[in-house]
């Protein structure tokens, strides 16, 4: 499958939120399943798209005026931004990767990992991008270790203290 990978314009708003939340629905990554409140958080794409830089890939068609397909996504937090959750001065931060389940497997979530890591190379002062990531995200896992993101246990944190949400951690040192 041919994709690029770009900004998110907002006509595809709706449909990224809507692959993000059925991602981590359909993985088991809720705990509440539809009354889970960060579920509204994954579908609001214009509210991350205000806060950070939202990219998508879509795939590419012959047709040059044709829109693609919106395949997935992911945000990425340049230096500490409103929307990171760990970040510290000097790295970017990589949220919220999600690609529709019919399209897995066909290296859109590297293409997009990949488009994060260039993004934080290019931001003057920017030493190394950081993400959080759930224990059972095996898939995701190996596409952050191929490309080069070591485990950072020492900053493992949980989102909601009452609930049993252990999230791990990983960097890339640019």
Partial sequence: MDIAIRQAEPGDYETLGEITAQAYLRDGLLDFGESDEYLGELRDVAKRAAAAEVLVA??????????????????????????????????????????????????????????????????????????STQRTMRTAHRIYERLGFVRTPGRDWTPVPHLDIALLTYELPL
Avoid: K, W
């Fill in 58 to 131: 879509i795939e590419r068609t012959s047709v040059p005026s044709a829109r693609g397909s919106v395949l997935g996504g992911v945000t990425f937090v340049p230096d500490g931004g409103p929307m990171a959750d760990i970040a510290r001065p000097g790295e970017a931060e990589m949220r919220m990767l999600a690609v529709s389940h019919a399209a897995r497997g066909q290296g859109i979530g590297e293409a997009l990992v990949r488009a994060c890591v260039d993004r934080a190379r290019a931001t003057d002062g920017c030493v190394r991008i950081v993400l």
